[in-house]
């Protein structure tokens, strides 16, 4: 038997095809598929790519594939959301059985997989989620105008509203940190920010990658960069917390996923320091990127639809191995490596 699993967000939108073994055909990564950010036919044209991409790659046909699933965002944020995405599925015309999954509950699951823990996904956005005795809650995940704090496109709007205040000299911080902002956006002096930022629709991609300017500047010691950082990733941890504090789960183990999370080690370090202040026996489980996501939804289905047991390390080294050998402007533009 063949699968395809699809998880899109706010940044990009990655497929996967595999066996029944979970051995793994092919990948693709494709640009982003959040209808509320982009649009519904916008977000239908990404992951339609990424499927045809994803089975040219494995050598395969649609008609040989049993079973899809797809990990979008906005599925059971609410039943409206639901409903726009299930449609929107439905008129992609893959003519196949498929599973429909939130992208942030898919992303639990390539961390804790059939057992109980906390997990931060931050990405463009946030959201945490936790399993514990058979029960799944989340915290934050209100969107990028409402909260998502600790997440890329916070940092990137912080940082804007950083270099607005050290451009009217309404703050110390260092022109280092205002230059390389007008670097990122290309633009000669600071009020042309304006021009840039406030489009319609609102580039949310764009400036949640606004995170990884920062990072870079916080990793080479730039006071401001380090400041948001550090203040991201408090935000960031207080999604575990309280999810440990709603469940009284005081041990529960705490691991994470998405883009923030290569910021480097200053933003890891912090969210863990913040959570075992409060919860000092929490063990921690180093944290994977945006892309990783989606071998949620491959665990999932092979549990539930293939007949043989799989091994999630080595499933995820295939992964690791495959997404290595994509084209050096696919990995750039839509995961962000180099």
Same mark, same amino acid.
């Given at each position: 038997?063949?699968?395809?699993?699809?998880?899109?967000?706010?940044?990009?939108?990655?497929?996967?095809?595999?066996?029944?073994?979970?051995? =793994?055909?092919?990948?693709?990564?494709?640009?982003?598929?959040? !209808? $509320?950010?982009?649009?519904?036919?916008?977000?239908? $044209?990404?992951?339609?790519?990424?499927?045809?991409?994803?089975?040219?790659?494995?050598?395969?046909?649609? %008609?040989?594939?049993? $079973?899809?699933?797809?990990?979008?965002?906005?599925?059971?944020?609410?039943?409206?959301?639901?409903?726009?995405?299930?449609?929107?599925?439905?008129?992609?015309?893959?003519?196949?059985?498929?599973?429909?999954?939130?992208?942030?509950?898919?992303?639990?699951?390539?961390?804790? !997989?059939?057992?109980?823990?906390?997990?931060?996904?931050?990405?463009?956005?946030?959201?945490?989620?936790?399993?514990?005795?058979?029960?799944?809650?989340?915290?934050?995940?209100?969107?990028?105008?409402?909260?998502?704090?600790?997440?890329?496109?916070? =940092?990137? @709007?912080?940082?804007?509203?950083?270099?607005?205040?050290?451009?009217? /000299? @309404?703050?110390?911080?260092?022109?280092?940190?205002?230059?390389?902002?007008?670097?990122?956006?290309?633009?000669?002096?600071?009020?042309?920010?304006?021009?840039?930022?406030?489009?319609?629709?609102? %580039?949310?991609?764009? =400036?949640?990658?606004?995170?990884?300017?920062?990072?870079?500047?916080?990793?080479?010691?730039?006071?401001? +960069?380090?400041?948001?950082?550090?203040?991201?990733?408090?935000?960031?941890?207080?999604?575990?917390? +309280?999810?440990?504090?709603?469940?009284?789960?005081?041990?529960?183990?705490?691991?994470?996923?998405? /883009?923030?999370?290569?910021?480097?080690?200053?933003?890891?370090?912090?969210?863990?320091?913040?959570?075992?202040?409060?919860?000092?026996?929490?063990?921690?489980?180093?944290?994977?990127?945006?892309?990783?996501?989606?071998?949620?939804?491959?665990?999932?289905?092979?549990?539930?639809?293939?007949?043989?047991?799989?091994?999630?390390? @080595?499933?995820?080294?295939?992964?690791?191995?495959?997404?290595?050998?994509?084209?050096?402007?696919?990995?750039?533009?839509?995961?962000?490596?180099?």
């Amino acid at each position: 038997m063949v699968f395809v699993s699809v998880d899109g967000g706010a940044t990009k939108t990655v497929g996967v095809c595999y066996d029944s073994t979970g051995h =793994i055909l092919g990948v693709s990564a494709r640009g982003p598929s959040n !209808f $509320r950010n982009i649009g519904v036919e916008p977000a239908k $044209r990404s992951i339609v790519d990424c499927v045809k991409a994803a089975l040219e790659r494995s050598g395969l046909g649609l %008609n040989e594939v049993e $079973r899809m699933s797809f990990a979008l965002a906005g599925v059971k944020d609410s039943a409206i959301s639901t409903q726009i995405v299930d449609s929107l599925v439905r008129e992609l015309g893959f003519g196949k059985p498929y599973t429909l999954l939130n992208d942030g509950e898919a992303g639990f699951n390539c961390r804790f !997989f059939g057992r109980d823990g906390v997990v931060v996904a931050a990405g463009t956005g946030m959201i945490a989620y936790i399993r514990f005795n058979g029960k799944m809650e989340k915290s934050s995940g209100w969107g990028w105008l409402i909260g998502d704090e600790g997440g890329g496109f916070y =940092i990137g @709007r912080r940082a804007l509203q950083e270099a607005a205040k050290i451009a009217d /000299g @309404r703050s110390d911080g260092s022109t280092v940190f205002l230059e390389a902002l007008k670097s990122f956006f290309g633009v000669s002096e600071p009020r042309r920010l304006v021009d840039e930022v406030y489009k319609t629709p609102i %580039n949310i991609r764009r =400036i949640g990658l606004l995170a990884r300017e920062v990072a870079l500047l916080a990793s080479r010691g730039e006071p401001t +960069a380090k400041r948001l950082i550090e203040e991201a990733a408090s935000e960031a941890a207080l999604n575990a917390i +309280a999810l440990k504090k709603r469940f009284k789960a005081e041990s529960l183990p705490v691991s994470g996923f998405g /883009g923030v999370f290569k910021a480097g080690s200053l933003y890891w370090d912090t969210l863990r320091e913040h959570v075992r202040a409060v919860y000092p026996d929490t063990r921690f489980i180093d944290p994977l990127y945006g892309h990783h996501a989606v071998l949620g939804s491959v665990y999932m289905i092979l549990a539930e639809y293939a007949s043989k047991e799989f091994s999630e390390e @080595r499933i995820l080294q295939e992964f690791n191995r495959m997404v290595a050998t994509l084209p050096r402007e696919e990995k750039q533009e839509y995961l962000l490596l180099e």
